[in-house]
């Protein structure tokens, strides 16, 4: 089933949508967590969940994603990204995924290799940023997969300036970007973390403003971790809040009170946007789901008394091992 359907449904039925996003893992043992992650969640029926993509490792990002749909029974979306790909890589995987039952992509540029730009390893035929994705997919596939892109509710990192902020003018280039890559296909748009709640809502009544229609969905980063958390500010260049800021300098090292931060925070974050009438919750967890789910029990969302699973694991890798 496509995203955009389960989340209209569960709208019409004036119901939250909550999902899941993982990453593929580095190591054997890394392998085996998360695939122990995955059997915990199917207990609590995410709408979706997706695996991240990392083209030095694509076949393993093809295999989880295979692994999500089939073994798991979990609708799946998977990322893709284009640079330093080709129309041809991008064809077989999305092939792949769709011969076992995926149907929903979420379409970027991707990174480039530390000390070029993403334009120096382009793939052929110009596929060199997403909305060059999302137009070939819908060419090429036509309604066989939703599409999902990401928002940028501070503007794209690229854009984001020492300061920590971007020009008016990128920020308004950056949303009529958006804007296109809906024009040209795209069903949903997943924004990329923040924690100032206030920037999100803006971006999404900015976003509506310029004439973009399609849910967007709030990307939510669980603080479980300080040196995690400031790896992903950094790289994201995420404006950090000052109270924010400074309730974690003062527990940095203690990771109790750290996790317990993290939930507390999430929490009062997702308050606020489902209290703005947004009926839905994408929740990035770094492959350790477990500050999510406090999240989603606080707010009444999951009750772990309660929680079901479609299948028993040992039925479940039977039916992936026959």
């Known amino acids: 089933m496509k995203i955009i359907d389960r989340v209209k449904e569960a709208w019409s039925e004036d119901k939250i949508v909550y999902s899941f996003e993982f990453m593929p893992p580095r190591t054997p043992k890394g392998m085996k967590l998360l695939l122990d992650s995955l059997d915990r969640i199917v207990m609590f029926q995410p709408s979706f969940c997706d695996i991240t993509w990392r083209a030095s490792s694509s076949e393993m990002t093809l295999e989880i994603a295979r692994k999500m749909k089939t073994m798991f029974g979990l609708e799946t979306m998977m990322h893709l990204t284009c640079v330093g790909s080709?129309?041809?890589?991008?064809?077989?995987?999305?092939?792949?995924?769709?011969?076992?039952?995926?149907?929903?992509i979420l379409a970027l540029r991707g990174d480039p290799p530390e000390g070029e730009e993403a334009l120096d390893v382009a793939g052929s035929d110009d596929l060199s940023c997403a909305l060059d994705l999302v137009s070939h997919i819908?060419?090429?596939?036509?309604s066989s997969f939703g599409i999902v892109v990401a928002g940028y509710p501070e503007a794209h990192p690229d854009v984001i300036q020492a300061d920590g902020s971007a020009t008016e003018e990128d920020y308004q280039k950056d949303l009529a970007y958006l804007k296109k890559k809906v024009d040209a296909g795209a069903d949903l748009i997943i924004?990329?973390?923040?924690?100032?709640?206030?920037?999100?809502?803006?971006?999404?009544?900015?976003?509506?403003?310029?004439?973009i229609t399609c849910p967007i969905v709030p990307g939510i980063?669980?603080?479980?971790?300080?040196?995690?958390?400031?790896?992903?500010?950094?790289?994201?260049?995420?404006?950090?809040?000052?109270?924010?800021?400074?309730?974690?300098q003062s527990i940095k090292d203690d990771p109790v009170a750290v996790r317990k931060y993290g939930i507390h925070l999430g929490t009062e974050m997702c308050k606020k946007i489902l209290a703005h009438g947004i009926k839905a919750l994408h929740l990035y967890t770094l492959n350790s789901e477990k500050t999510a789910i406090e999240i989603l029990k606080n707010l009444g969302?999951?009750?772990v008394s309660k929680v079901a699973r479609p299948l028993p694991p040992s039925a479940q890798c039977k039916q992936e091992e026959g």
């Open 301 to 303: 969302l999951v009750d």
């Open 138 to 142: 819908r060419e090429t596939y036509g």
């Open 221 to 248: 980063l669980p603080i479980n971790d300080y040196r995690k958390f400031l790896r992903m500010t950094t790289l994201c260049r995420t404006k950090v809040p000052a109270d924010v800021r400074d309730a974690l």
């Open 86 to 104: 080709t129309p041809e890589r991008i064809d077989s995987a999305l092939d792949f995924v769709r011969s076992h039952g995926v149907e929903n």
């Open 191 to 211: 924004s990329q973390l923040f924690y100032d709640t206030d920037i999100f809502l803006k971006f999404v009544n900015d976003c509506r403003q310029i004439g």
